[in-house]
């Protein structure tokens, strides 16, 4: 179902309980601010999500509370990320569903990084 990004942090979603270390992940990048793992059903070859550590409910919120560290951090490694996999060339796409209408699932802000093959038009027709 998708999430109402209005309501508070909840600590239980799933991207929480990863950064918790509760429940396992295929890391592809990690720093103090932000972790990046492979998306456990994905919808491109490759499909990473990029998340931040803190507790986030959406892009909304991210950007209206973060700091400026967290923010640089955050935009810095999502561009690193796919640098460093390669995917600059040929390219690569940045999601980052917020709210009901863009079908947000899990109410951790995370940013979909697609790539590996032509991506079509960006939203279903
Ligand atoms: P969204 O619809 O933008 O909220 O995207 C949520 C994404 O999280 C989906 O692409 C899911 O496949 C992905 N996902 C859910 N649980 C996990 C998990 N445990 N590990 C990695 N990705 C996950």
Redesign the pocket.
């Known amino acids: 179902m998708?999430?109402d990004p209005t309501l508070p942090y909840d600590e239980t979603n799933?991207?929480a309980?990863?950064l918790r270390g509760e429940?396992?992940?295929?890391t592809v990048y990690e720093d103090e601010h932000v972790l990046a793992?492979?998306?456990?059903?994905?919808?491109a070859p490759t499909?990473i999500?990029v998340i931040p550590k803190g507790a986030y409910v959406s892009w909304d919120d991210f950007s209206e509370r973060a700091s400026e560290g967290e923010i640089a951090a955050f935009i810095r490694a999502v561009g690193r990320i796919a640098r460093e996999a390669g995917l600059v060339e040929p390219g690569y796409r940045l999601?980052?569903?917020t709210g009901v209408h863009?079908?947000?699932?899990?109410?951790h802000l995370?940013v979909?990084i697609f790539a590996g093959r032509p991506l079509g038009p960006m939203l279903a027709r």
């Open positions: 998708p999430i799933i991207f309980r990863i429940i396992p992940n295929k793992f492979h998306d456990i059903a994905p919808q499909h999500l999601l980052a569903n863009a079908g947000q699932e899990v109410p995370h979909h």
